[in-house]
């Protein structure tokens, strides 16, 4: 470590400045430059009292050198033929003196000598003034001379504060997370973290997912403390399922997850993200009319269906009328009189393969009424015969 600059200018008396000399009683005593003797170089301060009192000199050191919490040691040569004290003082801003172990007596010496160091810590939390000073006070009560030279005054650095560290984890549900961590006063962190810090109380201010949790903490030299927060897990997002149905609406399905639970088209609903299965019924009767699933919207064909929630979705099942069984051709049949004429086969053909169903479905309405209506119409029912006769010759041919 290199030797701390002496805080004392002109130590020695070589030059004729800095020092502040004052004589509490002038007319008792003096104090002069020394030409003629010296501990080094060529000067020394000399203190002559008749019958001892107050004097000294003064040496100021600026208070932006003297850093809070540091030391000041002093000392200097003497060689005195009566008993006196050095001290060390600094100045709080109203006028109060700080001191600390701040005086030592010299003994009498009639050779030159260093004196005892003196200690002054400089304290914390005071608005002290612009200085420390160090003096030479006479407190001796007979005449004395006092021979002075090569002061010496230091700063010593405050000790660097103990430290611990300090250890921060959050989980939820046991698994780690990364939570943010205020220490109060220091700065935020993200968890896991372990810091160093002065040993000393701390509070740590942690948040998660818009929970947040204050502990205090105290950090103890040479050790680790460690913080754990546990939070709780946030709810599943939910999402917005829609099942609906065409053709029809009010159409029962059930939701299957864990549990079962039974709606009706059109459902709309708020669930918790996960895997849902959807059932729809193979066939709904509304009225006298029976409907069929046919197909979900995205093409599927299964009337069981495994939605994956982890957006809002609208899935639709398309539903149609579902066509009785086809009983015999009403109008033919009653043309006929028989069920088993043979161009009712070729017409039952005609109607399979060739009609729409959309039309085939008119008929199927329509059909017994009209049948009904020829059967009991012997020149109608002849008409119609004529006709479909020429109709299934057509087809034949076509064929
Ligand atoms: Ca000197």
Known sequence: MATP??????????????????????????????????????????????????????QYVAKDRLVEGATIQARCAYKSDAGFYLTVYTWTIDGQIVKTDHRVFCPASADWILSKWLTLTVPSGVDWQNF?????????????IIKVDDFEMYLVPAPPPETGTLTATATINGTPVSASVEVVDVRTYTTPFTIELPVGNYTLNASYNNQTQ?????VVSGQDTHVQFTFTAPPPPSYILSVG????SGVPFTIQEGTEVSYATPWSGSLEEGIYQIAMPDTVTDG??????VSWEDGSTSRVRN????TDIAITATYEVAL?????????????????????????????????DRIVHVYYKAGPYLAEFIKSR???????????NLFVKMIKCQQ
């Open 5 to 58: 600059e002496n805080l004392i200018l002109n130590p020695g008396f070589e030059e004729d400045r800095y020092w502040i000399l004052y004589n509490q009683f002038p007319d008792l005593g003096s104090i002069l430059i020394d030409p003629t003797d010296a501990n080094s170089g060529i000067r020394c301060l000399k203190m002559e009292f008749l019958e001892g009192g107050r004097g000294g000199i003064n």
């Open 132 to 144: 420390a000073s160090f003096q030479v006070v006479t407190g001796a009560s007979g005449p004395a």
């Open 214 to 218: 204050t502990v205090a903490a105290e």
């Open 245 to 248: 149905t065409t053709t029809i």
């Open 288 to 293: 006298e009319e029976t409907y069929k699933f």
């Open 307 to 310: 939605v994956d929630l982890t």
């Open 324 to 356: 009785p069984p086809k009983p015999l051709c009403f109008i033919a049949t009653a043309a006929y009189g028989s069920p088993f004429a043979s161009e009712l086969n070729v017409l039952r053909q005609f109607r399979d393969q060739c009609l729409p």
């Open 378 to 388: 012997k020149a109608i029912k002849r008409y119609v015969r004529t006709a479909l």
